[in-house]
């Protein structure tokens, strides 16, 4: 009886070790995929903005132009946004002053998904009865 008891614990042990692996390994695999579309997505935005610098306007930048009342030089805000995946995109912002003088502004991970609101239901709140 002992033998069968310790044989059935060690294979409920090795079979819950199993799915462990199982679900670290998606995790694993889930997160080498997120910090590579991060970093394909970061050399795409900073290729636009190496196009900024050099005088171009890439397809999808968006310019926002205002004169400095201060200076009274122009300034241009550049924006864009590049896509990481269907719910994730990375968003830039570069102000640019002049030929030669540029700053970032914003340079961020942003959701750009959907967001529904989870209609399960709520706990309870000590006022309904449970068993009507």
């Known amino acids: 009886m002992l033998t069968i008891f310790a044989v059935l614990c060690l294979t409920v042990f090795a079979l819950l070790s199993l799915s462990t692996v199982r679900a670290d390994q998606r995790l694993g695999d ?3 995929e997120a910090v590579e579309a991060y970093y ?3 050399c795409k935005a900073q290729e636009l903005l190496a196009r900024l610098r050099h005088g171009e306007l890439p397809a999808g930048v968006e310019v926002e132009t205002s004169v400095s009342h201060t200076t009274e030089r122009v300034e241009q805000i ?3 946004a590049v896509p990481l995946s269907e ?3 990375l968003q830039v912002a570069v102000e640019v002053r002049g030929t030669n003088d540029f ?3 914003r340079w961020q991970l942003a959701n750009v998904g959907d967001w529904e609101i989870d209609d399960a ?3 309870w709140n000590g006022e309904d009865d449970l068993f009507e």
Request: include cysteine; charged fraction near 10%; aromatic fraction near 12%.
């Open 30 to 32: 889930a997160t080498a």
């Open 40 to 42: 394909a997505a970061d």
């Open 78 to 80: 550049c924006t864009y």
């Open 87 to 89: 719910t994730q995109e």
């Open 103 to 105: 700053t970032v502004l």
């Open 121 to 123: 239901p709520g706990f």
